[in-house]
């Protein structure tokens, strides 16, 4: 029997504590416990949730279906969920991947405006590289060209980039791709509709996909872009004035 507590006895020995432990060494395994329950609890809360079933009830017509976790740690047996969770892990590491945001991207300047032309991260850079700078060209007349001074037109845009997943292969591809490599095959005589998938052999396809897409976006960001909102802009005194003192 615990000496403080002997009423405790049965609660000392769930934690594997002996009769001697005081009962701040029991309170602190209970917290530990208590703890541990609520991490596990937001693990499953945050990874572990999937769309639930309507109930099919007339009563429970268009009420809100609440989701359902894909694990079960009050009714299984240790073996019991550790396959469950086997079994999520695909749909956690899916649910994981957040929504794509494409990366910030700011004003970009071009002397034309043309296509291949923007290579100015600020009017500034533009104008310390391009102020003044007449050409004379060949020396023929019909080949001179003026530099640019103030009330000289130039442009900004705004630059945007690709979502790096776009370049990947999606689900028809690589389909496609192992279908050809069947045919190829040794075996290819006898491939016949390889391979056939259900609807939720491409779901499971589909999330397979997702942690290749945020391996993209976080290593093989673009550097090539394209310009949107393109505007022309006259240079200024200011504009100049500006520029020399940057």
């Not at 703890?35 to 009420?63: I, K, N, Q, Y």
């Not at 310390?128 to 023929?140: A, C, E, F």
């Not at 279908?179 to 390889?194: F, H, I, K, L, T």
Request: net charge negative.
């Amino acid at each position: 029997m615990p000496k403080h507590k002997p009423e405790l006895a049965s609660i000392y020995n769930v934690f594997g504590l002996s009769s001697n432990h005081e009962l701040s060494t029991l309170l602190a395994n209970i917290e530990n416990t208590k703890r541990f329950s609520d991490l596990l609890h937001d693990v499953e809360r945050e990874f572990f949730m999937a769309p639930g079933e309507p109930s099919g009830e007339p009563e429970d017509e268009g009420s809100v279906v609440d989701a359902e976790c894909l694990v079960n740690r009050w009714g299984s047996k240790p073996a019991e969920y550790l396959e469950q969770f086997r079994t999520a892990l695909p749909i956690a590491a899916a649910n994981s991947i957040p929504d794509y945001e494409a990366p910030a991207t700011g004003e970009k300047w071009s002397l034309t405006g043309e296509n291949g032309s923007w290579d100015y991260d600020s009017l500034d850079e533009l104008l310390k590289d391009n102020y003044g700078h007449d050409s004379d060209g060949d020396g023929h007349p019909a080949s001179y060209r003026a530099g640019l001074y103030e009330g000289g037109t130039v442009y900004r845009g705004t630059e945007c980039k690709d979502d790096p997943a776009i370049f990947l292969p999606d689900q028809d591809d690589l389909i496609e791709h192992m279908s050809e490599r069947a045919y190829d095959s040794d075996a290819g005589e006898w491939v016949d509709n390889y391979p056939t998938l259900d609807s939720d052999a491409k779901l499971e396809l589909e999330r397979a996909m997702r942690p290749l897409k945020a391996w993209a976006r976080k290593h093989c960001q673009p550097e090539f872009f394209t310009i949107k909102d393109i505007a022309p802009h006259i240079v200024t005194v200011e504009d100049v004035s500006r520029s020399r003192k940057s």
